[in-house]
């Protein structure tokens, strides 16, 4: 993934094109970097072709992000215009969406369920959201699995319906979710719990209802960014932890289910990224800094519209 070098320049010519002008050196660290790392050599702009020294590039080309700025604004003005780019383009048919849910499902199930210690391989994941068996792997595993499908399913439904998020609808995702412990669906806990590591102790069970409550409320009434409101609203569910289990994959589930109404593509935060994950509640929780989550939801919804920007222009 491009991280390193930005688009320097780009000046207009004929025939509708726009033309690249390379730097034959740049430098990062103290370091310079070669010619080939430069962005069109490297296939990072789509529609790109090089003619002499220089790139000409399709003037709906769009500028990858340039990770050496952490503004998170100026990332979420990015996804904007690239929403924007995405909106004009045909749209998904219902083949094409149904598709492509399932293939994002098959990771997003495995990070999602992984980041809680679900012990499933990628492969294993694949295999049981088929129906297979894994020999010696925990029947817990497996319904963790079959859970989290049948609650993406449950929320894949609800954007057609476009309503409000309620308290009973969070219940419900949780209820599907948590399909191993059955006496715990959809029932805020009654009892205290500790996040082993957390910078910060959930709230007392007396306190779960009038914070919920309070969390639905201001998350209606902000008029901020949606990365911004998801961000926020996902830290404040997880202080929370309403449930006894199954709090962290009912609030990325909520995230997406929001995500999709707005008509932007679900993300999935990778197992691989937990540590940056943590960091972000350690974060806030410490500091009242909730830049860390807003800058990787919004890196990944970065990603997934530039996939769908992808498979719409081919």
Same mark, same amino acid.
């Given at each position: ?92 048919? =219902? &083949?094409?969406?149904?598709? $492509?849910? #399932?293939?994002? %499902? @098959? ?8 980041? =809680? &210690?679900?012990?499933?391989? $990628?492969? #294993?994941?694949? %295999? @049981? ?186």
């Amino acid at each position: 993934m491009f991280d390193i070098i930005p688009l320097q320049e780009y000046n207009s010519l004929n025939g509708g094109m726009l033309c690249l002008i390379q730097q034959s050196k740049l430098q990062k660290n103290g370091e310079f970097l070669k010619e080939e790392l430069i962005l069109c050599s490297e296939d990072k702009i789509e529609g790109a072709f090089q003619i002499g020294r220089g790139w000409n590039i399709p003037e709906d080309a769009i500028k990858p992000i340039d990770k050496r700025n952490k503004n998170s604004d100026n990332l979420f003005a990015l996804i904007e215009d690239k929403k924007k780019q995405l909106n004009k383009l045909r749209p998904l048919t =219902e &083949g094409e969406v149904t598709r $492509l849910n #399932e293939e994002f %499902m @098959v990771e997003y199930t495995y990070n999602t369920n992984a980041i =809680e &210690g679900n012990t499933l391989t $990628l492969r #294993e994941t694949d %295999m @049981v959201l088929r129906g297979l068996t894994i020999d010696k792997k925990p029947l817990k595993d497996h319904l963790e699995v079959v859970g989290h499908k049948e609650a993406f399913n449950y929320i894949c439904d609800l954007i057609k319906e476009n309503n409000p998020i309620t308290e009973s609808i969070i219940k419900q995702i949780h209820s599907l979710v948590l399909a191993d412990k059955p006496h715990d669906k959809g029932i805020y806990r009654n009892i205290p719990v500790r996040i082993m590591g957390a910078k910060k102790n959930p709230v007392q069970p007396y306190m779960i209802q009038p914070e919920m409550e309070k969390l639905m409320l201001d998350y209606y009434n902000s008029t901020e960014n949606i990365i911004k409101k998801l961000a926020l609203f996902h830290i404040k569910f997880e202080n929370i932890h309403p449930f006894i289990d199954g709090n962290g994959r009912t609030g990325r589930l909520f995230v997406n289910l929001e995500l999709m109404k707005a008509e932007y593509p679900p993300i999935d935060i990778k197992f691989s990224d937990r540590i940056k994950y943590y960091d972000a509640f350690d974060s806030y929780n410490t500091t009242n800094d909730n830049s860390r989550m807003e800058n990787l939801f919004a890196t990944y919804l970065n990603e997934r519209l530039d996939m769908y920007i992808r498979i719409l222009k081919k």
